[in-house]
């Protein structure tokens, strides 16, 4: 059984990236499961307040859901052809200490996905991931891609996906990801 925590880079209630994360859930192939964590919560970095006050309640809480799963999934917005701060601000505080970074991240498959209402589907952002994640020793899974472009035509007032070609994008994108994960298990 293949256990993926997923989790959205945006904190707005109507987030295109939460929806798309929603939706993946409900695309899992049987055998895994897609489990959603969030960002919420989680301070900006401060060392004065790491070395103060140790590690938030909130990025401790996060770690753990990771730990606790076998690959993860980073379903990340663009803002300014890169990386939103807030979820670059959740994974540096999810590296902290160093010595704790390799229980989060060292060998833990990972995955990104993406969605913008323009036209490149956050495909810069999830470029500007992959320098992140080497970073970290995390294990990426490069043989899907998806970045849901338009996402203003894909996801009605709801956040339901309408879109069935995306629908088929997306499951076989979290089927590939779910096998591998479980190949990483071994
Ligand atoms: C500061 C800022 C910068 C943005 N820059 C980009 C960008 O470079 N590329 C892009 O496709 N969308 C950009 N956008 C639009 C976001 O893709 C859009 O707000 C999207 O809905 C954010 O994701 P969310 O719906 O999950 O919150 C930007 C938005 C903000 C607030």
Known sequence: MAKIVGISGS???KSYNSAL???AAQLMPSGATLE???IKGIPLYDGDVEERDGIPAA??????????ADGLLLVTPEYNNSI??????????LSRP????????????????????GGFGTI???????????????????EG?????????????????TDDKIRAQLKDFMQGFSAFVTQQKG
């Open 145 to 161: 891609r998806l970045q849901v472009s338009r996402a203003g035509s894909v996801f009605d007032a709801n956040g339901e996906l």
């Open 84 to 93: 939103p701060g807030v979820f670059k601000n959740a994974i540096d505080w």
């Open 124 to 142: 810069l952002s999830q470029q500007a991931w992959l320098q992140v994640l080497r970073t970290l020793q995390t294990r990426p899974w490069f």
């Open 59 to 68: 990025v401790t809480a996060l770690k753990e859901r990771i730990v606790q």
């Open 36 to 38: 959603i964590a969030t």
């Open 11 to 13: 904190l707005r209630a």
């Open 98 to 117: 160093p010595a704790d970074a390799s229980r989060i991240f060292t060998g833990r498959p990972v995955a990104v996905i993406g969605a913008s209402p």
């Open 21 to 23: 994360l929603r939706v």
